[in-house]
């Protein structure tokens, strides 16, 4: 089976002259089928560079980058996308929801876009957003909802299509204890269903003791992975 995500020795730089940024240096970093895979490290170090490379959304510099068995070297541009849209849930650090459209709307969009029909994408997508907590709300627009209503709205609109591949991009950060909580549960179950994988980005403790797999980055490289014992002693010395 091919691993979720494999980056071999990736580079990318932002920016020119005085300006310019190494946000990966020569990074390294694999994800696998079955699990949820937690990504940490300082501010800036290249936790969402990284995955921004790994969902095709980021051009870079050099080195290589397969998902789900698909080397996207290879792939010109608008396959990328077509790959992206069939194969990869992105939730975005900054929601990125679609102002003028309302819940249902924004939640169907990746259905759409894959060629579903209207009315049942709109029906997944209510139901989805009532799972997450989100009912009577379902045609109100995202700016009527709080910080922690429109990130389980981003999350529903990741999750709505059943990608093999969620990357998800600090998802707890707007939510309390029990919501957070909710959240991991239902991404843990999506990740653990055969020939899926989530990937998360996280600053939050209480998402670790959810990981298969942990990777710490520092300064745009990969430091170190962390599963098994090597996982539950790092859960224990940052709690
Ligand atoms: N579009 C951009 N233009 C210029 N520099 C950028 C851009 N995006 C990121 N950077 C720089 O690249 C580095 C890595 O940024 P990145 O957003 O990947 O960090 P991060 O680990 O996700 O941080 P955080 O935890 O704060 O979200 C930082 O130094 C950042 O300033
Ligand atoms: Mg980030």
Redesign the pocket.
């Known amino acids: 089976m091919p691993e979720a995500i494999q980056l071999s020795n990736v580079s990318k730089a932002?920016?020119s002259g005085d300006a310019r940024?190494l946000?990966l240096k020569d990074a390294s970093f694999s994800a696998s089928l079955g699990e949820l895979h937690l990504l940490v490290?300082?501010?800036?170090?290249?936790?969402?560079?990284?995955l921004s490379v790994a969902a095709g959304t980021l051009a870079w510099d050099a080195g290589d980058v397969s998902v789900l068995g698909t080397r996207l070297n290879d792939l010109p541009r608008p396959k990328v996308t077509e790959f992206r849209r069939r194969h990869i849930g992105f939730i975005f650090?900054q929601f990125n929801l679609i102002p003028t459209l309302d819940l249902v709307e924004n939640v169907s969009v990746p259905l759409l876009l894959n060629g579903h029909p209207r009315r049942a994408s709109e029906e997944r997508a209510a139901e989805l957003l009532r799972q997450l907590g989100l009912a009577g709300r379902e045609r109100k627009r995202p700016t009527q909802l709080s910080g922690g209503q429109q990130q389980r709205v981003a999350i529903a609109r990741a999750l709505v299509h059943e990608p093999p591949l969620l990357i998800a991009?600090?998802p707890t950060s707007a939510l309390d204890r029990e919501t957070g909580h909710q959240i991991m549960e239902l991404l843990a179950t999506a990740a653990r269903s055969p020939g899926r994988c989530v990937v998360i980005?996280t600053?939050d403790p209480r998402t670790y003791a959810y990981a298969d797999r942990l990777t710490e980055?520092e300064d745009?490289r990969v430091a170190a992975v962390h599963q098994g014992v090597a996982l539950q002693d790092f859960i224990a010395s940052h709690h």
Request: proline content about 5%.
């Open positions: 932002f920016g940024t946000a490290g300082p501010s800036g170090c290249g936790k969402t560079t990284l650090q991009d600090e980005v600053h980055m745009g």
